[in-house]
């Protein structure tokens, strides 16, 4: 894993998901949740993210939040390998 991205944004995370980046971990620590990420598109994604250029399909980031609320709630404190691939119908 040689493009890892550690991230506790909440709302950024969720757009990484809904971009298709591969969420690799997480941990939760003091309460805080830290997100993994293994994708070489990081560094593109976050100048589109905070220079509000970027665009995501709205269900998928609907599924995006949605999936990270579940890991911050769930009572396993890390995990490794989380598969967020979230198939779409039309």
């Known amino acids: 894993m040689k493009n890892k991205f550690t ?3 909440f709302y950024f995370s969720a757009y ?6 591969r969420l ?17 598109r990081i560094s593109e994604l976050a100048d589109n993210y905070y220079s509000m250029n ?3 399909e709205p269900i998928s980031f609907g599924n995006a939040l949605k ?7 769930s009572s ?5 390998g989380f598969n967020n691939n979230v198939n779409q119908t039309k």
């Open 54 to 56: 970027a665009l995501v």
């Open 7 to 9: 991230n506790r944004d």
């Open 16 to 21: 990484l998901i809904a971009s298709g980046c």
């Open 67 to 73: 999936t990270l609320k579940s890991i911050i709630h």
């Open 76 to 80: 396993d404190t890390n995990s490794k």
């Open 24 to 40: 690799f971990s997480h941990t939760r620590e003091h309460g805080v949740t830290t997100f993994i990420f293994d994708d070489e």
